[in-house]
C-alpha cells in the first residue's frame, strides 16, 4: 500500500518542480497593459510605410489581428504584437 502512496507522489512532485519549465514565454500582448500598446492608427502608419494596404484591424487579447493587401497584392491576414508592431504569426493568400 505504502508503495502506491509514493509512486503518485513522486511523479506529482516532480511535475510540480518541471512546470515553470514548461511555462510559456509568450511575450505577446496579453501579458503588457494595454496602456502600452500602439494606437490603431500608429499600427496603420507603421504599415502603409512598409507597403501595406491595411483593410481592417480588429483588437484582440494578445494584441492587434490586421487584415491588408502586400506588395504583392495577396491578402494578409496576421497577429501584430500590440507594443512594437511586430508581425507575431500571419496567413497569406491570393487577393479576390
Sequence with gaps: ?????????????????????????????????QSNWMTIEQLTQKLTGEGY?????????KG????????????L???IDPVTGALLESESGEDD
Design 53 to 61: 494596404k491595411v483593410r481592417q484591424i480588429k483588437v484582440e487579447r
Design 1 to 33: 500500500m505504502r508503495r502506491m502512496l509514493i509512486v503518485p507522489a513522486l511523479v506529482l512532485a516532480v511535475a510540480t518542480i518541471a512546470a515553470p519549465a514548461f511555462a510559456s514565454n509568450d511575450d505577446s500582448g496579453a501579458m503588457k497593459p
Design 64 to 75: 492587434y489581428e490586421v487584415y491588408a493587401i502586400d506588395k504583392e497584392g495577396r491578402r
Design 77 to 79: 491576414e496576421a497577429y
